[in-house]
């Protein structure tokens, strides 16, 4: 099992630019969540989606952020415009609805917006 | 919304003591409590959660205890090594498919 996989590990980009932040869950699980890490706010849930259906987008901090799941294995976050307080780790993470509730991390993308 | 709170933010013990970290929820159909731990620079791991079905739960020298009428749960480490210094996190959910809240973390050091 080749566990949650993200792309890319880690992004340097300028203001104003569109950045694109990929996953893909382990296979058969069909919940996937995006989670963004920074040292004054921690650890913050954007939005998390149930057997592909965006259930919860009530993290997403503004407009300029929008998250699509395609299909079972593949999700994309996208920041457009980014801005510098952009700047975080986005983590992904998935888990099985059929019994365990455990979520599983992904390495994470490490975002620099200068 | 749910809200969890974590405390201490730092914690230092001798190695071989016990370290306990605290945490409260403030959504009572939270029913699923995990805890994770994050090296520098890695990804958050899961060590260890708890239902709300149960009171406690031990593996090894992980424990973890929940009381759903005050609203809160902890993690005990017994043993401490030095290998268990690192950011520990809990967080809180509605269960099955649902997100997770976290708490701020704890910075755990283990003093040799």
């Known amino acids: 099992d080749a566990g949650v996989i993200q792309s890319p590990r880690h992004e340097v980009t300028e203001m104003g630019q569109e950045v694109t932040l990929r996953c893909k869950p382990i296979s058969g699980h069909n919940s996937l969540f995006w989670y963004r890490q920074t040292m004054m706010r921690g650890l913050e849930l954007l939005i998390y989606?149930?057997?592909?259906?965006?259930?919860?987008d009530s993290g997403m901090p503004e407009d300029r952020f929008s998250a699509k799941m395609p299909n079972a294995s593949f999700s994309t976050l996208k920041i457009q415009p980014s801005e510098p307080r952009d700047s975080a780790v986005y983590f992904c993470?998935?888990?099985?609805?059929?019994?365990?509730?455990?979520?599983?991390f992904g390495p994470g993308t490490r975002l620099t917006v200068t | 919304g749910e809200n969890v709170e974590q405390h201490p933010s730092t914690l230092s013990v001798q190695e071989g003591d016990s370290a306990v970290i605290k945490c409260t929820y403030s959504d009572s159909a939270s029913n699923y409590f995990p805890w994770y731990k994050q090296e520098l620079g890695k990804r958050p791991q899961l060590i260890i959660d708890i239902r709300s079905n149960v009171g406690e739960k031990k593996d090894q020298r992980i424990a973890v205890t929940l009381n759903k009428t005050a609203k809160h749960f902890s993690l005990h480490i017994t043993e401490t090594q030095p290998e268990d210094s690192a950011v520990y996190f809990c967080a809180a959910s509605k269960g099955g498919a649902d997100g997770l809240t976290f708490g701020k973390g704890t910075h755990l050091i283990i003093q040799p």
């Open positions: 993470a998935s888990s099985s609805q059929v019994g365990a509730y455990e979520q599983y």
């Open positions: 989606f149930n057997n592909n259906v965006p259930i919860d």
